[in-house]
């Protein structure tokens, strides 16, 4: 995949397919520790031990429309690419949480990508599911919350395309992302 971002929905995806009613992207960038680890946490369905040995398997999917599952495993090569690591911790019925970690200004890091874009149109499109981000670095301290975002709304759909064009420049805004 081109960028971070690109990885991040493919996660959030997953969360959603393993019928998620609250997903949490916690993203912070340690320029002191020179990391950018990135961790999702979905009250999903779980995997079962079996499919979570397999899951790093590029050839193993649960899903029944393709063979291959590259998803994790990309995310994993790319991660190790820059001295990082991957990890998922998962038990059945009860979630899901994988961590990533990425050395934060290797060459080998992808770009960041479009993480408001992929946010608010992820959000945008599963409305009935809990999106919280939390994004940090040393400069920011930025939570993204669709159940503050539909308080607010008072009823007005987070769907409508006014609203999702105003919550993608709200969060490009908040959390400055440059690369």
């Known amino acids: 995949m081109k960028d971070i971002a690109l990885h991040i929905m493919d996660i959030l995806q997953n969360s959603t397919r393993a019928k998620a009613t609250i997903i949490v992207l916690d993203i912070e960038e340690n320029i002191e520790k020179e990391t950018l680890t990135i961790t999702f946490k979905d009250n999903g369905e779980g995997m079962s031990e079996e499919t979570l040995q ?13 063979r291959v599952g590259l998803g994790l495993s990309l995310l994993k090569q790319n991660a190790e690419l ?18 990533v970690t990425f050395g934060l200004s290797h060459i080998d890091r992808p770009p960041m990508g479009d993480l408001a874009g992929t946010i608010v149109l992820t959000a945008s499109a599963y409305p009935h599911i ?7 670095t040393n400069t920011i301290d930025y939570i993204f919350d ?3 975002v539909n308080e607010a709304l008072e009823g007005v759909s987070i769907q409508e395309p006014e609203i999702v064009q105003y919550l993608i ?8 992302i440059t690369n």
């Open 54 to 66: 397999q899951a790093l398997n590029p050839f193993f999917t649960t899903r029944t429309t393709r």
């Open 130 to 136: 809990r999106f919280i981000m939390y994004y940090k």
């Open 146 to 148: 669709t159940q503050e």
């Open 82 to 99: 820059t001295g990082g690591t991957l990890t998922i911790d998962s038990q059945l019925h009860k979630g899901t949480e994988v961590t």
């Open 169 to 176: 420049e709200m969060v490009r805004e908040e959390i400055s």
